[in-house]
């Protein structure tokens, strides 16, 4: 469920929080300040911690919020279609690891045999299921609130697991051991799959692009995914709202000011995004 063209959610801090990122982790370094760190290296784990909680506490507390954002996503339906090309879904057991509102098991669930929604967000997933009951196909799914590097599926027990937006975070929230998280969670996809199975990670390639946008950060993280066995390709997966002002209002309450000026200027009611789709073979 990663939010944006960057690392984290830019906005909802302030609707949050009463103070800024930096004045709450100086706070923090005043509390937990360590004779053997310097005051810089517990300040920026401070600001992570900080940013880290902003995130969930979106995720818990603004979940219809943005199931509204995500449902103005893909509005040419190429990634659903990519994805659709790309693999079999027909009668599929399939896990949504880090399932967040549903978007990928929405598009799924009437085809598979089973979908596994798996997602730390209770509120989340109570949406999931508030929209797969309306499109009928409750009785097809079962949700689960777990870590996506503990998951509570049974070794070989699905067909497809697919990440979508999610593995992205571990790169900002743990600079230093980003790859062991990344790799447990990409382990656990592979232990709940079947030989010959498909594990796929879908992640941003940047919001308010036409193109795919440099971010050393997340690139590192891209370049791992493919050390570890991933393919990679990517599609436009633009936005789409009736007028320019609704595109402002929604995607401002989590993107930040900077894509609202940029919505603006260029009068975007349809707002470019570029997203990347890794697949690998189990």
Known sequence: ?????????????????????????????????????????????????????????????RADEYDALIAAEDADGLLRGALTERLSWQGR??????????????????????????????????????????????GRVSTHVADVRSLPLED?????????????????????????????????????????????VIETLGTGHREPRKHTGLDEYFAYLEELGFERSWVRTDYEFADVDSAAETMGGFFGDELVAKIRKNQWRRVPECTALFSMTR
Not at 104 to 126: G, K, N, Q, T
Request: hydrophobic share 45%; aromatic share 6%.
């Open 156 to 200: 070989g027990s699905v067909d497809i697991a697919a990440a979508g937006w999610v593995f992205g975070h571990f790169r900002h929230w743990m600079p230093d051991g980003w790859r062991q998280e990344v790799g447990c969670a990409v382990e656990e996809m592979r232990r709940i799959v079947v030989p010959g199975g498909s594990i796929i």
């Open 1 to 61: 469920m990663l939010l944006v063209g960057g690392l984290q959610p830019t906005i909802g801090r302030a609707a949050i929080f009463s103070g800024s990122i930096t004045d709450q982790a100086e706070f923090v370094v005043q509390a937990r300040g360590s004779d053997r760190d310097t005051q810089r290296d517990v300040l920026e784990r401070a600001m992570n911690e900080t940013t880290n909680d902003t995130q969930a506490r979106i995720y818990q507390e």
């Open 93 to 138: 057991r399939v896990a949504d690891v880090g399932a967040g509102t549903g978007r990928l098991s929405r598009w799924f669930a009437p085809l598979a045999e089973h979908v596994d929604l798996i997602d730390r967000a209770a509120p989340m997933l109570e949406v999931a299921r508030r929209r797969l009951q309306s499109d009928g196909v409750l």
